[in-house]
T-cell receptor
Framework: RKEVEQDPGPFNVPEGATVAFNCTYSNSASQSFFWYRQDCRKEPKLLMSVYSSGNEDGRFTAQLNRASQYISLLIRDSKLSDSATYLCVVNGGGTASKLTFGTGTRLQVTL | DAGVIQSPRHEVTEMGQEVTLRCKPISGHDYLFWYRQTMMRGLELLIYFNNNVPIDDSGMPEDRFSAKMPNASFSTLKIQPSEPRDSAVYFC????????????FGQGTRLTVV
């Protein structure tokens, strides 16, 4: 079983739609969780951290369910510029120890 | 700060040749990571350093791969001899290692072994 699993997609949604991605992780001792965004042929960049209480950043909401070991990302009012691959990332513990990346979920927002 | 700097951006080499990828982390960052990304396997951690010391190299696929960090501002990933299956994008990332462990990535080196 992979340490971090994501549906690869692609998710094709119209502009303005709401879309949600889920991610599961296998290591119950994982401490930190993140969503990264990667544009085509670019490097991954941090989108947002994921906190136990859930957190929101504008149109983006991230949630963590430790009991079920999954993380979610919700994007409201999708924009064309949201088209990218979204990587679920888990830190196994400690300070800046191994960041394990999921293979990513590709989102394509269309007119 | 210029961010993480990798060179070369693109490398095309023949099978059997030695390839050296270079990385300059963000100044002051204590952690440096080497990742490899392919369509099939996604982003895989190859090795990471803390204060120039290799901490975990369990992701290095074979003895053909080696990485060094002679000082805080420079690291290399070497493949010798290279094989077509090594073709991928290789990313270097660095992290301050305090508080939020966000990793900052370089733009990557796209390696093609023919």
């Amino acid at each position: 079983r992979k340490e971090v699993e994501q549906d690869p997609g692609p998710f094709n949604v119209p502009e303005g739609a709401t879309v949600a991605f889920n991610c599961t992780y296998s290591n119950s001792a994982s401490q930190s969780f993140f969503w990264y965004r990667q544009d085509c042929r670019k490097e991954p960049k941090l989108l947002m951290s994921v906190y136990s209480s859930g957190n929101e950043d504008g149109r983006f909401t991230a949630q963590l369910n430790r009991a079920s070991q999954y993380i979610s990302l919700l994007i409201r009012d999708s924009k064309l510029s949201d088209s990218a691959t979204y990587l679920c990332v888990v830190n196994g513990g400690g300070t800046a120890s191994k960041l394990t990346f999921g293979t990513g979920t590709r989102l394509q927002v269309t007119l | 700060d210029a961010g993480v700097i990798q060179s070369p951006r693109h490398e095309v080499t023949e099978m059997g040749q030695e390839v050296t990828l270079r990385c300059k982390p963000i100044s002051g960052h204590d952690y440096l990571f080497w990742y490899r990304q392919t369509m099939m396997r996604g982003l895989e951690l190859l090795i990471y350093f803390n204060n120039n010391v290799p901490i975990d190299d369990s992701g290095m696929p074979e003895d053909r791969f080696s990485a060094k960090m002679p000082n805080a501002s420079f690291s290399t990933l070497k493949i010798q001899p290279s094989e077509p299956r090594d073709s991928a994008v290789y990313f270097c990332a660095s992290s301050p290692g305090t508080g939020g462990p966000e990793a900052f990535f370089g733009q990557g080196t796209r390696l093609t072994v023919v």
